[in-house]
């Protein structure tokens, strides 16, 4: 089996999680006898074609003319990725079976192959616009919306991370729910272990009496990071921590300034954003791990908690829901709200034990569920189903 | 391909498209006109061997002209794609008029190998003075005029402006007024295009 997957992310050009998931699943395919190959856009210093791992990369020229907006500049880039991805798979010996699109960004290349080439072609939605805006409010938007509406409209079937995300793409697209397979994100857990040393680079953070709580995630208003700072006091009546939070967004200076008003300034770190190697350690230097999202699609930082073996808090919602299992692999509290989610965070930080065994049921559950190889043997079972549909078919590049 | 055709008449072109169209049709073509129409979408057969097919860009909002030409030429590229798959083993040629139908056009001789024909009315440097969107608007019509098979001007001060705006070798350009209705000299281009690519005679749809 071979599959062109299209992606405008894929590393070393990383910009959100698409780049991670296709590098993960593309690998983890390869394993499984799926050929793939990459279409993606060019970045500095990278060759426009290499095999990695397995896989084949062709990145294309993407800057070929200004445009005033990502809007156009997308659509201008995928008349450029089209005629090379047609060139490429026309050049092959082995024919390609089928097109995998990731998201809008590339969906007016892989559309038109669809339909030049007569190939099925398969969508992951990893997010929407609507989602990513809350609600519609521009014609950027609308034009967003309306493409990623056309290609779900002309793919085979959907790929979607959660069952969260399979309704509302659903609701969102008019889309028949039956369309949809929900494949979660993966986690690569190799990357979080082996050995390193703890307590200087926790020094860095806290001191030994304090435990580490974690927040990883843009500081925006949707990832509630809010809500932890409000829930500093009530953690600190009962336990000594240090509150780190990852990662930047339009909110950092408000929380600051309310870390100060509510006096544990000194008790919260605001690291910005850090390179992948801190933040792996950070996670295996944590005491638990905070999640507290107002909207969550799918929520890879639970993964990747799960796979550092870091006790998890999350509120109840979006992909957090699905992944973890309240009192077994994580502790959920209930959404939007400061009481519950310090109820949590102290639940963890004083009882060692219980913070043990959710630590050993999540790092299995994540091996059992959440591997690139679970992944990629769950999307070569939708790549199959698609693939037996459409021989039975009459659809195909022939001509009469 | 033509991004316009009676009844949607906006500049030259309707008319010249729909000229063109009846007289290879009346000189024994088979002639599918793509075309753009925001509600009539669908087939029209127009009597012995003219057909009609009418697309609408499958995105309807749109903050500029060329996120709507691109998102239309999918359109275009999906529904010539079916016609080159559905009928004869006869072979087929586009006659794509402006950088309007060219991204589709490239697609369609990139991935099928169709070649084209493009009929250029104007150039963007003539017809703006550089606004945000130029620059996208002249990749397009360059990377268009470059791979044309042929390229059709109206009067030789344009294929002038052609020539020297995108270096399009001169034996490609041909001077061919649609008002002194030369369906003859048309077809005559067609046929040496198709022979030029080394496709036979009994291989063409043409008369």
């Given at each position: 089996m071979k599959v062109a997957l299209f992606a405008w992310e894929f590393p070393p050009k990383i910009v959100g999680g698409i780049a991670r998931h296709v590098y993960g699943l593309t690998r983890a395919l390869s394993k499984i006898g799926v050929e793939t190959l990459v279409f993606t856009c060019e970045f500095p210093g990278s060759p426009r074609e290499e095999k990695i791992d397995g896989v084949h990369v062709f990145r294309v020229d993407s800057y070929r003319a200004p445009t005033p907006d990502l809007g156009t500049w997308d659509l201008v880039m995928n008349q450029s990725m089209e005629e090379t991805a047609a060139e490429i798979m026309n050049s092959e010996n082995e024919p390609v079976d089928l097109l995998h699109a990731h998201e809008w960004l590339v969906a007016k290349a892989a559309i038109g192959l669809k339909h030049t080439l007569r190939l099925p072609l398969l969508a992951t939605i990893h997010a929407t616009e609507y989602g990513r805006r809350n609600g519609l409010h521009d014609d950027n938007e609308r034009m967003i919306h309306e493409i990623e509406r056309w290609l779900t409209f002309e793919a085979w079937r959907v790929v979607c991370c959660s069952s969260f995300m399979a309704d509302h793409v659903s609701w969102a697209f008019s889309l028949p729910r039956q369309k949809i397979d929900v494949i979660p994100n993966g986690v690569d857990v190799k990357e979080f272990v082996g050995t390193i040393q703890k307590a200087p680079f926790r020094r860095l953070y806290a001191v030994p009496e304090e435990k580490i709580v974690l927040f990883v995630g843009?500081?925006?208003?949707?990832?509630?990071a809010s809500l932890l700072v409000e829930a500093v006091p009530r953690v600190l009546a009962r336990t000594n921590a240090k509150f780190v939070f990852v990662g930047d967004g339009y909110m950092k200076e408000q929380l600051i300034a309310r870390a100060r008003q509510l006096g544990v300034a000194h008790k919260t770190y605001f690291t910005g954003y850090v390179d992948e190697k801190t933040l792996k350690q950070l996670y295996r230097v944590a005491d638990v791990c905070v999640f507290p999202s107002l909207y969550e699609p799918f929520g890879i930082v639970a993964l990747e908690a799960m796979a550092a073996r870091a006790p998890i808090v999350v509120a109840d919602t979006g992909g957090f829901s699905e992944v973890l299992e309240h009192d077994r692999t994580g502790v959920k509290v209930y959404p939007n709200n400061v009481e519950s989610l310090a109820w949590g965070i102290v639940r963890v930080l004083t009882d060692d034990g219980y913070a043990s065994y959710l630590k050993a049921n999540a790092a299995r559950k994540v091996l059992e569920e959440y591997s690139w190889d679970q992944i990629a043997s769950r999307t070569k079972k939708v790549y199959e189903r698609i693939l037996e549909e459409y021989e039975k078919g009459t659809w195909k590049p022939v001509f009469t | 391909m033509s991004w316009e055709f009676p009844p949607r008449i906006i500049g030259q072109i309707s008319g010249d498209s729909e000229k063109i169209a009846l007289g290879l049709a009346k000189h024994g073509c088979k002639v599918d006109v793509v075309t753009y129409h925001d509600s009539l979408i669908g087939k029209e057969s127009r009597g012995e061997g003219l057909r009609i097919h009418r697309v609408t860009s499958p995105?309807?909002?749109?903050?500029?002209v060329v996120t709507w030409a691109l998102t239309l030429n999918t359109e275009l590229e999906r529904v010539a794609a079916d016609i080159i798959y559905e009928s004869s083993d006869q072979f087929k040629l586009v006659h794509a008029f402006e950088w309007m139908c060219v991204p589709a056009a490239i697609q369609l001789k990139k991935t099928l190998g169709t070649p084209y024909l493009l009929s250029l009315y104007s150039t963007e440097s003539e017809r703006s003075a550089g606004g945000p969107l130029s620059g996208a608007i002249t990749y397009l019509e360059k990377s268009g005029a470059l791979q044309a098979a042929k390229i059709i001007v109206n009067s030789k001060a344009r294929a002038e402006i052609v020539q020297k705006n995108?270096?399009?070798?001169?034996?490609r350009l041909i001077v061919l007024d649609v008002a002194t209705n030369p369906i003859d000299e048309l077809i005559e281009q067609y046929r040496s295009t198709l022979s030029n690519l080394g496709i036979r005679e009994e291989q063409s749809d043409l008369p």
């Open positions: 843009r500081l925006v208003y949707e990832k509630g | 995105v309807r909002t749109h903050g500029n995108y270096n399009v070798p001169p034996d």
